[in-house]
Structures are given as C-alpha cells and as structure tokens.
T-cell receptor, first 116, second 115 residues
Framework: AQTVTQSQPEMSVQEAETVTLSCTYDTSESDYYLFWYKQPPSRQMILVIRQEAYKQQNATENRFSVNFQKAAKSFSLKISDSQLGDAAMYFCAYRDPGGGADGLTFGKGTHLIIQP | SAVISQKPSRDICQRGTSLTIQCQVDSQVTMMFWYRQQPGQSLTLIATANQGSEATYESGFVIDKFPISRPNLTFSTLTVSNMSPEDSSIYLC????????????FGPGTRLTVL
C-alpha cells in the first residue's frame, strides 16, 4: 500500500518570507499523481497544486511551487511571499493513475503558522 | 472545477442512532468518494461510491456501518449507522473531475458529534 509521510507537524514563518513543507511517499508505481491540499479552519479542503509523475517539470501556481524528486520519492511545497491567509493545515496526497478510480492517500499534515 | 454541497453541515446525535449525509455535485462525475477526518487527524478514505453498483470499501470500513447509495452521477449518500462517540468526525464527499482525472475536489464536510 502506498504511504505518505509529512515529517513536520508544525512550521512557522514570518509574513512575506518563504517556507518549504516536506513530503515523501512510497509507491511501486511509475505513474501517479501528487497533490497538496490546504485546509483552513473553515475545514474546506482546497487544492493548492498537483503534479503528474510523468512530467519532469515542477508544477507552479502563482506563489506556490513544488520540488518533485521522483527518484527520491519526495514532493515538497514551497510557498513564497507568505501571507496571513496561507495559515492552515497542509496535506500532501498521493493517487494511483487508475482513471480516477482510486481515492487519495493523505499524509498526517503540517500546521503552517504565519507570524505577522 | 466541480461544486459540491453537503447536507447537513453539522449535527449532534445520540449514541445508537443513524445519520444520513447527502452529497450533491453540480455536474455529472464518474467517481465519488467518502472520507472521514477524525479530530485533529488526516483524512482517511471510507469508500468509493459507484453508480449502479455497490460501493467499494477500504480496509476497516464495512457496509453495515457505513451504507452508501449512488442513485445517479450527481448524488450520493453516506449513512453512519448505530453511532458511538468514536464516530465523531468530519465526513467529506469528494469527486474526481478534469479531462485527465487529475483533479479531485472536496465538499465542505459534515461535522458529526455523537454524544
């Protein structure tokens, strides 16, 4: 079974600075999807960024980017110019390619605190 | 992206009773999923809701406890049966969308408290 590990239960960063959240995963598949989700106190799960394993280029969405290292099975999230609204739980997630038939496997999450 | 609504948004229930949670999507989707998020924890997949056939349950979850219906491509229900305080959680509906099945979206969740 696939596993996802987030080794940082909590991270703190000053507003406007950059922070990197770590995620590693274990799989025997060669093709799969990786995601970062944000869950603010409202509990709504918000898709931040996704990466297809067959793509070598790292995904980027505005201030959010990933460092995808397939051989190392590492998928870190970098948040640049941190804003107060970025404060939330961040979950790394994995999914097999299976035509969307497979659910997500989540890491335990990282609580991100933004210091004003 | 798909817009997902859930009812109820929250409920407080007595031990031994059952609660049915509804999930409505604004477009037809092939795959719908139900997740549980226990207090302070991550999300765990309960089951995949299949249209026209029985749901597929993950290890540790059984149909008698979490019966699921999927009558069409935009709607599903999850029932939490014979509840105990350990069932107190947030229950989230999720769908796969996007032309490459590479986007998965979540409903706002149902916060269940069992006394």
């Amino acid at each position: 079974a696939q596993t996802v590990t987030q080794s940082q239960p909590e991270m703190s960063v000053q507003e406007a600075e950059t922070v990197t959240l770590s995620c590693t995963y274990d799989t025997s598949e060669s093709d799969y999807y990786l995601f970062w989700y944000k869950q603010p106190p409202s509990r709504q799960m918000i898709l931040v960024i996704r990466q297809e394993a067959y793509k070598q280029q790292n995904a980027t969405e505005n201030r959010f980017s990933v460092n995808f290292q397939k051989a190392a099975k590492s998928f870190s999230l970098k948040i640049s110019d941190s804003q107060l609204g970025d404060a939330a739980m961040y979950f790394c997630a994995y999914r097999d390619p299976g035509g969307g038939a497979d659910g997500l496997t989540f890491g335990k999450g990282t609580h991100l605190i933004i210091q004003p | 992206s798909a817009v997902i609504s859930q009812k109820p948004s929250r409920d407080i229930c007595q031990r031994g009773t059952s609660l049915t949670i509804q999930c409505q999507v604004d477009s037809q989707v092939t795959m719908m999923f139900w997740y549980r998020q226990q207090p302070g924890q991550s999300l765990t997949l309960i089951a995949t809701a299949n249209q026209g056939s029985e749901a597929t349950y993950e290890s540790g979850f059984v149909i008698d406890k979490f019966p699921i219906s999927r009558p069409n491509l935009t709607f599903s229900t999850l029932t939490v049966s014979n509840m105990s305080p350990e069932d107190s959680s947030i229950y989230l509906c999720s769908v796969v969308s996007g032309s490459l099945y590479n986007e998965q979206f979540f409903g706002p969740g149902t916060r269940l408290t069992v006394l």
